[in-house]
């Protein structure tokens, strides 16, 4: 059975920093691709950052050069480091494996 399960989220200031993880069971961890998506109230999920099996990273342009995505396949976990973080990173964050979403874990930058 795959689950996936996100944590990290919550409430930050602007400029400030989060680190999200995505910890998934089931299925051979390491020949996944997985990313990260957010999506904001009233808006569509969007892709923030994946992550390859061989460790080749994409970033939204919203998102370059302030996030980084990462992959410890011995713990079976992929992390969002979000650096600089403003007001329009606000919403909820999801963790795609295999096809499958976890619950998300949300965030809001905001004073």
């Known amino acids: 059975q795959v689950l996936v399960v996100e944590s990290g989220g919550g409430l930050v200031q602007p400029g400030g920093s989060l680190r999200l993880s995505c910890t998934a069971s089931?299925?051979?961890?390491?020949?996944?691709?997985i990313g990260w998506y957010r999506q904001a109230q009233g808006k569509e999920r969007e892709l923030v950052a994946n992550?390859?099996?061989?460790?080749?990273?994409t970033y939204a342009d919203s998102a370059k050069g302030r996030f980084t995505i990462s992959r410890d396949n011995a713990k079976r976990t992929v992390y969002l480091q979000m650096t600089s973080l403003k007001p329009d990173d606000t919403g909820v964050y999801y963790c795609?494996?295999?096809?499958?979403w976890g619950q998300g874990t949300p965030v809001t930058v905001s004073t």
């Open positions: 795609k494996y295999r096809g499958l």
């Open positions: 089931g299925g051979i961890f390491s020949i996944s691709t």
């Open positions: 992550i390859s099996t061989t460790g080749i990273t």
